[in-house]
C-alpha cells in the first residue's frame, strides 16, 4: 500500500536538523524501543507552498529515513515526531511504542499507517466469544494455551515461537468459534479471511492482497491472521490448472508464512474440511495439524444444556434421548438445526414450552433435507 503524505515544494533548501524536545540525555535510565508505529498527521498550522503529495513506496527506505534522524529519541505513545530534513516540521502521531516511554535505537523497528489503512480494515473483528463456550476439542486447547503465552510474553520463546497452524475438520465443529474466543481472550486484532475473498479479478491482485493482510496484521501486532477455507487458494498440484492464479498465490502465501518478510507477533492460523487437497508446499509450512472431531455423548449433552440456558421458551425436554438422537452431528447442527428449528416450531405453534415433540419435528426435517442431497444425482 502506498502512504501518503504532504510534500513541499522547497525541494533545494538546505535545513538545519534541531533537536526535538522529547530527546534524552545518555545517562537518563530508558530502555530502547523495539517497535514504534506512527501515523502521519500533518502541519500544526497551514501556508501556501505546498502543491500536491509525496508517495513513500518503500516503507523500508522510510523506515531507514525515520530511524537516522529520530534516533536517541524518547516516544511514548500519543505524543509526536516532526520530520526535520524533507519535509519539515511535518507531524507523526505516535500511535504505538513497545515499550512505551522508550528510546529510538538502530535496531528499533518503525511502522507507518495512514488513515487509508484503518478504514480498510473491515476484516478485523471483535467477537464475544469465550474459551469457556468451547466444548470439547482438547488439542486445540492445548495448542490455544501456547499462543496465549508467547503473545503474551513473546521474549521467553525467541526463535521457537508459533507462527502457523492448520485446523481441519467436519464443518461446525468449532475451528472458528476457537480462534473468535482467543483474540477475544488476548485482547488482540482478529483478521478473519475467507480465502475466496484473496483471490484476484486479475492477475496480481491474489498476491497484492495476501501481501496487504500480513502487512496490516504487523501493523497491529501482537495480531492473528485466521484464514477460512484454505484450500481455496491453495489447491494440491494437481488442481492448479482449474486456475490460472493459483501458482501465484500459493508462492505469495508461502513468502508470507516463511517469514521472508518479516511479521513479528503474528499467527497465522488456518482450516481446512479436507487438508490432503492442500497443496503440499502450503501444508508443509505448519508446524502443526490439528483435527476438530464431532462431539462424543458428553460433548453433546453439554452442547445442549449450555444452548438452552439461552433459550427464550420454557422447555420440558429428555436430554439424554437428545443426545442419542443427535449421534453424528457437529455442534453447529445440533443449535442450528436442532435446537433453533425446535424453538422456531414451537413459537409458529403458539406453544409455550419446547417439548419432544418440536425436536422431533427437527430431526425429522433433518432426515429429509439429507435425503434430498443423497439422491440429487442420482
Not at 535545513?15 to 514504534?36: F, G
Request: glycine letters at 4%; aromatic letters at 8%; proline letters at 3%.
Amino acid at each position: 500500500m502506498e502512504v501518503i503524505i504532504l510534500k513541499s515544494d522547497n525541494k533545494f533548501i538546505e535545513h538545519k536538523t534541531n533537536p526535538q524536545k522529547h530527546s534524552v540525555n545518555d545517562n537518563e535510565n530508558h530502555e530502547y524501543a523495539e517497535l514504534i508505529v506512527v501515523k502521519p498527521i500533518g502541519y500544526p498550522f497551514e501556508f501556501n507552498i505546498l502543491d500536491g503529495e509525496l508517495k513513500i513506496t518503500n516503507s523500508t527506505l522510510f523506515e531507514e529515513y525515520a530511524r537516522e534522524q529520530w534516533l536517541g529519541l524518547l516516544v511514548r505513545e500519543s505524543a509526536y515526531l516532526f520530520d526535520q530534513k524533507i519535509i519539515p516540521d511535518y507531524g507523526f502521531e505516535i500511535i504505538t511504542a513497545k515499550p512505551d516511554n522508550s528510546i529510538i535505537s538502530e535496531k528499533t523497528r518503525i511502522k507507518i499507517i495512514t488513515d487509508e489503512m484503518d478504514s480498510n480494515d473491515n476484516d478485523k473483528i471483535k467477537s464475544n466469544v469465550l474459551l469457556s463456550d468451547i466444548v470439547g476439542q482438547n488439542n486445540a486447547k492445548l495448542k490455544i494455551k501456547v499462543i496465549m503465552k508467547y503473545l503474551e510474553d513473546p521474549e521467553i520463546f525467541g526463535s521457537w515461537a508459533p507462527k502457523n497452524i492448520l485446523f481441519y475438520g467436519v464443518p461446525g465443529t468449532g475451528k472458528t468459534m476457537l480462534v473468535k474466543a482467543l483474540a477475544n481472550e488476548l485482547n488482540v486484532p482478529l483478521y478473519l479471511i475467507k480465502a475466496t475473498s484473496l483471490i484476484g479479478e486479475h492477475v496480481g491482485d491474489g498476491s497484492s492482497k495476501i501481501h496487504e493482510l500480513f502487512k496490516k496484521a504487523s501493523v497491529n501486532s501482537p495480531s492473528i491472521i485466521f484464514i477460512d477455507e484454505i484450500d481455496a487458494i491453495a489447491l494440491h498440484r494437481e488442481y492448479q490448472s482449474l486456475r490460472g492464479d493459483v501458482s501465484e498465490v500459493v508462492n505469495s502465501l508461502l513468502t508470507e508464512m516463511d517469514g521472508i518478510i518479516e511479521n513479528e507477533n503474528v499467527i497465522t492460523i488456518a482450516a481446512t474440511n479436507n487438508p490432503t487437497s492442500l497443496d503440499y508446499a502450503i501444508r508443509s509450512r505448519f508446524e502443526e495439524e490439528i483435527e476438530f472431531k464431532l462431539p462424543d455423548d458428553n460433548e453433546r449433552l453439554l452442547i445442549i444444556e449450555k444452548n438452552l440456558q439461552t433459550m427464550p421458551l420454557d422447555y420440558d425436554l429428555n436430554l439424554e434421548k437428545i443426545v442419542m438422537l443427535t449421534k453424528g452431528l457437529s455442534g453447529r447442527d445440533i443449535r442450528e438445526k436442532i435446537l433453533k428449528t425446535s424453538l422456531h416450531n414451537a413459537i409458529s405453534n403458539d406453544c409455550d414450552l419446547i417439548t419432544m415433540d418440536n425436536i422431533d419435528y427437527a430431526l425429522k426435517s433433518i432426515k429429509t433435507k439429507n435425503k434430498d442431497v443423497k439422491g440429487m444425482f442420482e
